[in-house]
């Protein structure tokens, strides 16, 4: 078999390997092919006068393994688009396309990839080559803050989102996050009505988004708590807040497609400048792979205790910001943060308590 290979080799034609002085035999490759045609298919190398091939060997021992290799990758990777017809052909005597062996074409269904012969595969592999990826925004409110949705939206006509509609490696769908149900809150509902009405907007922001989804928490009433005057007295002043987020948090990474990230945005959070959206996703690109982006606080409020304050109360992350819900670590933190649901912990806002873990 080694014989043959190497026969094979040394008699390819010169365009291919570019060898010319390695023959082994007295045939040229236009006569082993014809000799083939006449064996009936019960040789693939006619019998010939053996030559001794450990000088050419010597001599031209790199040619001859680069030689060897190119067989090989070709014979490899030439099965992946054919199959052999029913000739009783070995295996082990398969060799490129340039030789005589008969070879019968896959069928464009078979095909295991994009070829000329199959081009709505080749198509499809375009397409998914460039599959969008897939952001939420996030825009909580709860019965308290339902009248600031709507015009929460308003900044968003002055300071666009975008500035040339759907992106072209992006696909961006708007979530509605309400800490209650709406069948038990009219205004909330009529607010929620109000900003799909705008999405629909073609002039507006909407042309910058895919889709409006609404989330419902259904956090019960008296557990709905976003008090923080009450801290000291009250365990779960901020409990609201804090089941919402986690309920949003999971919902949007159980839902199919899957999504990249969650843009967590508060209603009393406005955008400054145009193309913000764009701006954020450009950020994540650049500081990616991450589980959390965001910003620490930078007001001035704390000047006056600066010294005071707890390490991880200074550096934390305002919850305004990008989480990416399929990182292990960012989902070993809400694990924690929903065992902790009944503990002292929870009367820690959720930004502030990921801080401290």
Same mark, same amino acid.
């Not at 040789?43 to 001794?52: A, V, W």
């Not at 910003?295 to 109360?313: N, T």
């Not at 550096?315 to 503990?343: D, K, M, R």
């Given at each position: 078999? %080694?014989?043959?290979?190497?026969? @094979?080799?040394?008699?390819?034609?010169?365009?291919? +390997?570019?060898?010319?002085?390695?023959?082994?035999?007295?045939?040229?490759?236009?006569?082993?092919?014809?000799?083939?045609?006449?064996?009936?298919?019960?040789?693939?190398?006619?019998?010939?006068?053996?030559?001794?091939?450990?000088?050419?060997? %010597?001599?031209?021992?790199? +040619?001859?393994? %680069?030689?060897?290799?190119?067989? @090989?990758?070709?014979?490899?990777?030439?099965?992946? @688009?054919?199959?052999?017809?029913?000739?009783?052909?070995?295996?082990?005597?398969?060799?490129? *396309? =340039?030789?005589?062996?008969?070879?019968?074409?896959?069928?464009?269904?078979?095909?295991?990839?994009?070829?000329?012969?199959?081009?709505?595969?080749?198509?499809?592999?375009?397409?998914?080559?460039?599959?969008?990826?897939?952001?939420?925004?996030?825009?909580?409110?709860?019965?308290?803050? =339902?009248?600031?949705?709507?015009?929460?939206?308003?900044?968003?006509?002055?300071?666009?989102?975008?500035?040339?509609? @759907?992106?072209?490696?992006?696909?961006?769908?708007?979530?509605?996050?309400?800490?209650?149900?709406?069948?038990?809150?009219?205004?909330?509902? =009529?607010?929620?009505?109000?900003?799909?009405?705008?999405?629909?907007?073609?002039?507006?922001?909407?042309?910058?988004?895919?889709?409006?989804?609404?989330?419902?928490?259904?956090? *019960?009433?008296?557990?709905? %708590?976003?008090?923080?005057?009450?801290?000291?007295?009250?365990?779960?002043?901020?409990?609201?807040?804090?089941?919402?987020?986690?309920?949003?948090?999971?919902?949007?990474?159980?839902?199919?497609?899957?999504?990249?990230?969650?843009?967590?945005?508060?209603?009393?959070?406005?955008?400054?400048?145009?193309?913000? +959206?764009?701006?954020?996703?450009?950020?994540?690109?650049?500081?990616?792979?991450?589980?959390?982006?965001?910003?620490?606080?930078?007001?001035?409020?704390?000047?006056?205790?600066?010294?005071?304050?707890?390490?991880?109360?200074?550096?934390?992350?305002?919850?305004?910001?990008?989480?990416?819900?399929?990182?292990? !670590?960012?989902?070993?933190?809400?694990?924690?943060?929903?065992?902790?649901?009944?503990?002292?912990?929870?009367?820690?806002?959720?930004? !502030?308590?990921?801080?401290?873990?």
């Amino acid at each position: 078999t %080694l014989h043959k290979k190497l026969s @094979f080799v040394l008699n390819t034609p010169k365009y291919w +390997l570019g060898i010319t002085s390695l023959k082994t035999t007295s045939l040229t490759w236009r006569e082993n092919m014809v000799a083939y045609n006449q064996s009936s298919h019960r040789e693939l190398i006619p019998k010939r006068k053996k030559r001794p091939i450990f000088k050419p060997l %010597l001599t031209n021992g790199f +040619l001859l393994i %680069l030689a060897l290799c190119t067989v @090989f990758l070709n014979t490899s990777s030439i099965n992946k @688009f054919f199959i052999y017809e029913e000739s009783g052909l070995q295996p082990a005597r398969r060799m490129h *396309e =340039s030789t005589v062996v008969r070879l019968r074409r896959l069928s464009n269904a078979q095909l295991p990839f994009a070829t000329t012969a199959n081009p709505a595969v080749r198509t499809n592999r375009r397409a998914q080559a460039v599959e969008k990826k897939r952001f939420a925004v996030v825009r909580t409110f709860s019965p308290n803050d =339902s009248e600031k949705l709507v015009p929460s939206f308003d900044s968003w006509d002055v300071f666009p989102p975008c500035s040339s509609g @759907f992106y072209s490696y992006y696909t961006i769908d708007l979530f509605l996050s309400y800490s209650q149900l709406l069948s038990s809150n009219a205004e909330a509902q =009529s607010a929620v009505d109000e900003v799909i009405k705008k999405f629909t907007t073609t002039e507006g922001w909407g042309k910058c988004l895919n889709e409006v989804h609404v989330i419902e928490a259904n956090i *019960e009433p008296e557990f709905d %708590l976003y008090e923080p005057a009450s801290v000291q007295k009250n365990p779960l002043w901020v409990n609201g807040p804090n089941r919402q987020f986690i309920h949003s948090y999971r919902s949007i990474q159980q839902r199919n497609p899957k999504y990249e990230a969650m843009i967590a945005l508060e209603p009393d959070s406005h955008p400054r400048i145009e193309d913000w +959206l764009e701006g954020l996703l450009e950020e994540v690109e650049a500081n990616a792979p991450l589980a959390i982006l965001g910003s620490k606080y930078d007001g001035h409020s704390w000047d006056s205790f600066l010294d005071a304050v707890p390490l991880a109360l200074l550096h934390h992350i305002n919850g305004n910001a990008v989480y990416n819900i399929s990182h292990p !670590y960012l989902n070993l933190i809400v694990n924690e943060l929903e065992e902790e649901q009944n503990t002292i912990f929870n009367s820690i806002p959720y930004d !502030y308590r990921i801080s401290q873990m």
